[in-house]
T-cell receptor, first 112, second 112 residues
Framework: NAGVTQTPKFQVLKTGQSMTLQCAQDMNHEYMSWYRQDPGMGLRLIHYSVGAGITDQGEVPNGYNVSRSTTEDFPLRLLSAAPSQTSVYFC???????????FGPGTRLLVL | AQSVTQPDIHITVSEGASLELRCNYSYGATPYLFWYVQSPGQGLQLLLKYFSGDTLVQGIKGFEAEFKRSQSSFNLRKPSVHWSDAAEYFCAVGPNNNDMRFGAGTRLTVKP
């Protein structure tokens, strides 16, 4: 998965709990993105970042926060988890000016 | 707004047979187009991409795709399918790599 690590691999939460999904890269790529994947819906962009200190919303940002204090890390925060956030979450990276994204292995989240 | 339609949810082909996976997109300008493959429990891997130039694009693992502007299509093809090609395939479109829209995916089953 091209130098993109995601932790944890699997997590179970109760409704209302908070947690942070971690994404780290060792390829010094400027762009990092978070997607969620749900059956029958493909991948949908949650948030993305074009560099440290810069983030922007994607297609489905509600219920999620992000920050980018370093080039290497791009955590995704769920402040109050809801069952609708049960999904598989993928982090992706790419270099500025290059269109190929590299995806991490994913985090499977179950919210009860 | 951009969107992608993959009309076939599930396709079954025999090993050695040819394959075509359909992708239709809606986009106002010249799009960036991608095909990704996802094996069970894995992240996405880029098969090929189109930005401009020759409308027939060669990718990895013997796949190719043809951009047809008049039909708003970017269908993926392979002349002879191998059992290891069984996976889910996603088409994606966007103005760049940070605002992509993915199709819902086509699951490919390969019969021996």
């Amino acid at each position: 998965n091209a130098g993109v690590t995601q932790t944890p691999k699997f997590q179970v939460l109760k409704t209302g709990q908070s947690m942070t999904l971690q994404c780290a890269q060792d390829m010094n790529h400027e762009y990092m993105s978070w997607y969620r994947q749900d059956p029958g819906m493909g991948l949908r962009l949650i948030h993305y970042s074009v560099g440290a200190g810069i983030t922007d919303q994607g297609e489905v940002p509600n219920g999620y926060n992000v920050s980018r204090s370093t080039t290497e890390d791009f955590p995704l925060r769920l402040l109050s988890a809801a069952p609708s956030q049960t999904s598989v979450y993928f982090c992706a990276i790419n270099r500025a000016g290059e269109e190929t994204q590299y995806f991490g292995p994913g985090t499977r989240l179950l919210v009860l | 707004a951009q969107s992608v339609t993959q009309p076939d949810i599930h396709i079954t082909v025999s090993e050695g047979a040819s394959l075509e996976l359909r992708c239709n997109y809606s986009y106002g300008a010249t799009p960036y187009l991608f095909w990704y493959v996802q094996s069970p429990g894995q992240g996405l891997q880029l098969l090929l991409k189109y930005f401009s130039g020759d409308t027939l694009v060669q990718g990895i693992k013997g796949f190719e795709a043809e951009f047809k502007r008049s039909q708003s299509s970017f269908n993926l093809r392979k002349p002879s399918v191998h059992w290891s090609d069984a996976a889910e395939y996603f088409c994606a479109v966007g103005p760049n790599n940070n605002d992509m829209r993915f199709g819902a995916g086509t699951r490919l089953t390969v019969k021996p």
